[in-house]
């Protein structure tokens, strides 16, 4: 172990009592309440739709409500609880917890570690990263705790995870960091996954390192039981925090929109594009938006995102994400093999609409195979029954050798290639030409823009040595 890693080696606690009394009288326990349907009439009242539902209709059980079709009575309003956690971020009252923990209440309480209660308003809300924010009034300062940096929380740290699991009332367990960026179904997701026991009523509970600094938002758990089985993810603060100061400062997020559909740089594509760098996000499609009127085109790689390296289309999105709607940033591009910086003013993804356009579509009746396909242009007509614009022009892929390269990069009947190595292709000439040059500059594979279904996609396709292309 060099001295750095020295630094910040961490030393197995011999207790974690006094960091849990340091921080608990920031935790509090969250009780919704909110208005639910529920049988007019006596019996077991289950969801509808539900498998013992089902079982009791089937068995002909007493007490079920039926409605004169066989379906359930009406049902009259009837109030249901639910429980989560949370924590206070100011000594005036501002709470984080989950937005699936209040989503739909009627009434919000909190209680302290102390025993008192207050009613709690929504300040605003996340669904995209599952945070609320919430504020309670009070004539006295209300302990709280601050975010700390989750990109320094490194595989192997403790951390300390504090809630109301179960409606058991204030709990803590400890464990460590078990792994980081893991990404669950959301577009902004950034999980730290950990091994302390976390339960339902967790929910929006804070994960705090040795330091009592909150690094994530207990949101989810894996397990076949419904329980807690080591498998626990907590959004990360890096990512709270920043929607909490826009929810705190506007009621509402406001998102950075650059405007471009993007995908993943492969080795593949790389080589296609002579590309030195590793990384990078591929744009594909430009629609009408901040990213067109500041000149970003189809092909572009983009390497850095104000004056941050980009690695792939996820940490774009996330840097895009965290910037402010309205700030204009450095955007760093290879084009063509040559590097260029372009400013962008960013809209708001929370209002960006925008629409693709196209040019003249041309005909060409002549089929030909190549590269394992076979291949006829575009019509107007075959565009619109293969969910592309009328107006896109390209190559049409017919049929698919099993056996070729078109197959194992995914290419199938019915995609459309509008791009051979970053050049527009019309014809089956011309992508046999832009295929002829890059055999003659000595290239392993090309770079191929397609549509499919009306989503751009870019392929990189190995040329085979042995392969010449058809007249």
Do not use: C
């Not at 300390?160 to 803590?172: K, T, V």
């Not at 700030?327 to 063509?336: K, L, S, Y």
């Not at 003659?440 to 040329?463: N, W």
Request: hydrophobic share 35%; aromatic share 4%; proline share 6%.
């Amino acid at each position: 172990m060099d001295a750095a890693q020295a630094d910040t080696a961490q030393v197995m606690p011999g207790s974690f009592a006094d960091l849990t009394e340091q921080v608990s009288p920031a935790v509090v326990n969250i009780t919704t309440t909110s208005v639910v349907s529920q049988p007019t009439r006596g019996g077991p009242a289950f969801p509808e739709g539900s498998p013992f539902s089902d079982l009791f209709r089937e068995f002909g059980f007493p007490g079920m409500p039926e409605g004169p079709e066989g379906g359930p009575m009406q049902r009259a309003p009837q109030r249901s609880n639910a429980l989560g956690s949370g924590f206070v971020i100011s000594a005036d009252g501002y709470i984080v917890t989950n937005n699936h923990v209040i989503d739909g209440a009627d009434q919000i309480e909190i209680e302290f570690y102390s025993g008192e209660t207050l009613p709690a308003e929504v300040v605003g809300t996340d669904p995209n990263t599952d945070v609320a924010l919430l504020k309670v009034e009070s004539d006295k300062a209300i302990p709280f705790v601050g975010f700390g940096n989750s990109d320094d929380a490194r595989v192997g740290d403790w951390v300390l995870a504090l809630g109301n699991p179960l409606g058991q009332g204030f709990s803590a367990s400890s464990g460590i960091v078990s792994a980081r960026n893991r990404e669950l179904s959301g577009t902004y997701d950034d999980y730290l996954q950990t091994d302390a026991a976390i339960n339902r009523g967790n929910s929006g509970g804070p994960l705090f390192n040795l330091n009592g600094e909150v690094i994530g938002v207990n949101t989810a758990i894996l397990s076949p039981n419904g329980g807690s089985i080591g498998i626990g993810f907590s959004m990360a603060s890096n990512v709270v925090s920043q929607v909490v100061d826009q929810l705190r400062e506007f009621g509402e997020t406001r998102r950075g929109w650059l405007g471009v559909m993007i995908q993943d740089v492969t080795p593949e594509m790389a080589e296609a594009m002579n590309l030195d760098a590793e990384g990078g996000a591929m744009i594909t499609d430009v629609p009408e938006g901040p990213a067109r009127d500041a000149g970003l085109e189809t092909g572009d790689v983009i390497v850095a995102f104000d004056g941050q390296p980009v690695e792939d289309t996820r940490g774009l999105v996330r840097r895009v994400a965290e910037a402010p709607s309205g700030d204009t940033v450095q955007v760093e591009i290879v084009r063509e093999g040559e590097s260029q910086i372009i400013d962008v003013t960013l809209g708001r993804r929370e209002t960006a609409q925008g629409e693709g356009g196209g040019g003249t579509a041309t005909e060409e009746p002549t089929e030909t195979d190549l590269l394992g396909m076979s291949l006829t242009p575009l019509t107007p007509e075959m565009a619109q029954e293969l969910g592309v614009s009328r107006d896109t022009r390209g190559v049409a892929i017919t049929d698919v050798d099993p056996e070729g390269a078109a197959a194992d990069k995914g290419l199938a009947p019915g995609d459309v290639i509008t791009d051979v190595n970053q050049q527009k292709v019309t014809t089956i000439k011309e992508l046999q030409d832009r295929v002829a040059e890059a055999r003659d500059a000595g290239r392993k594979s090309v770079l191929m823009l397609i549509r499919r279904g009306g989503e751009p996609l870019f392929v990189a396709l190995t040329l085979s040595e042995d392969e010449e292309p058809a007249e």
